[in-house]
């Protein structure tokens, strides 16, 4: 090896050792912190006791701008058969956000899959359903404020077909619109400078689902409801055809508001058409690179956040229904996939 070369590797090496990382002679360089290489947030959602592990905790600060719950922050969380409230699992992220100078992202106030004992049994001749509503997003966004950056507050409002608005507890208490009314004002007052979101998935794969979410959001803007930007959760799969994503994104983007691309994975089996990995993992890393693209052209305002549904494919939820499934960035080791490389070249090209 010539002198220049020895000379370089050891002086990145020194570069690298004096921010945390020691690479040794001969070792490859790490690749690029995602968030350095660009101008908005990016996101990931987190599990408060995995935090606790090192690797899982380097990988989060290294990488990645914002947090959201996985699934802490939710009613089926928060809320105790008796109406308490816990937030200690909610309160670890947040902690982890503040210390490591992330933005927190709240997920999720009402959701149709969250039916708490505690809400089911409420004694109304004491408390008005509608006023525990309120306050439960109070005490939640009121709890984070400052810290979250926005909420989303009423999450997948429409149904699978995209046919209507899904029925839920909360629909059938405080009406179809009176669940927006009620969420979306207590969450305002709570926090007048959050981010206030719906967020709904398949936007990408079912054109009747995204023309009846698009509907439900104009409604709630000529209502007056303070929605103040738009979700695009992106779980999909590597069959999905090339473009659907991008033109998702614009037809969203349409109204003004800041937009979420907000959890994003992509499957490498549920497609179940390719018999080979190798080509699922290059579709995957495209249909990445399409959305962080996609997403780096809408207006600089309108950018709220890239989000991924966690980081290690050992960590997803898709693993827990098919083990075979590989659909995140980083393999189940925690090294960067070619879906990874996709996203930082997306990133470095806009
Ligand atoms: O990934 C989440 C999983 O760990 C939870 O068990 C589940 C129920 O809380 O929610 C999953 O996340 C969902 C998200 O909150 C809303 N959009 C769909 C996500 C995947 O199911």
């Not at 592990?53 to 989060?60: V, W």
């Not at 980081?311 to 189940?332: G, Y």
Request: with cysteine.
């Amino acid at each position: 090896m010539s002198g220049l070369s020895r000379r370089l590797i050891l002086a990145s090496g020194l570069a690298l050792a004096a921010c945390g990382r020691e690479p040794a002679l001969g070792q490859p360089i790490a690749e690029p912190p995602l968030k350095s290489l660009a101008p908005f947030p990016i996101g990931t959602c987190v599990r408060a006791p995995e935090l606790a592990d090192p690797a899982y905790a380097d990988l989060a600060a290294r990488h990645f701008s914002q947090l959201t719950a996985e699934w802490e922050m939710k009613m089926e969380y928060v809320v105790q058969p008796d109406g308490s409230f816990r937030f200690d699992r909610a309160d670890a992220i947040a902690a982890f956000a503040r210390q490591k100078g992330m933005r927190l992202f709240g997920h999720t106030l009402l959701w149709y899959a969250n039916e708490p004992e505690g809400f089911l049994k409420l004694d109304e001749s004491r408390q008005s359903f509608e006023g525990a509503v309120r306050n439960y997003v109070t005490a939640m966004v009121a709890r984070y404020r400052g810290l979250a950056s926005g909420w989303d507050v009423v999450n997948e409002p429409v149904t699978e077909n995209g046919e209507g608005l899904r029925e839920s507890l909360w629909s059938r208490k405080l009406g179809q619109t009176g669940q927006f009314k009620v969420a979306f004002e207590a969450a305002k007052a709570a926090d007048p400078a959050a981010v206030l979101f719906v967020n709904d998935y398949h936007l990408e794969s079912r054109p009747a689902k995204l023309r009846r979410y698009m509907q439900l959001i104009e409604q709630l803007l000529r209502e007056g409801v303070p929605l103040g930007g738009i979700g695009c959760q992106t779980h999909c799969w590597s069959e999905l055809p090339a473009g659907s994503i991008a033109a998702t994104l614009k037809a969203l983007a349409g109204f003004g508001l800041p937009i979420h691309l907000s959890e994003m994975d992509v499957s490498t089996v549920q497609g179940g058409m390719l018999a080979n990995r190798a080509e699922a993992e290059q579709r995957q890393a495209r249909l990445y690179a399409e959305a962080v693209e996609a997403f780096a052209a809408l207006p600089e305002r309108q950018q709220f956040a890239f989000t991924v549904w966690g980081m290690r494919d050992r960590d997803s939820w898709l693993k827990r229904e098919n083990a075979a499934d590989t659909p995140l960035l980083f393999d189940d080791l925690g090294r960067p996939k070619p879906a990874f490389a996709a996203v930082a070249d997306g990133l470095r090209r806009r």
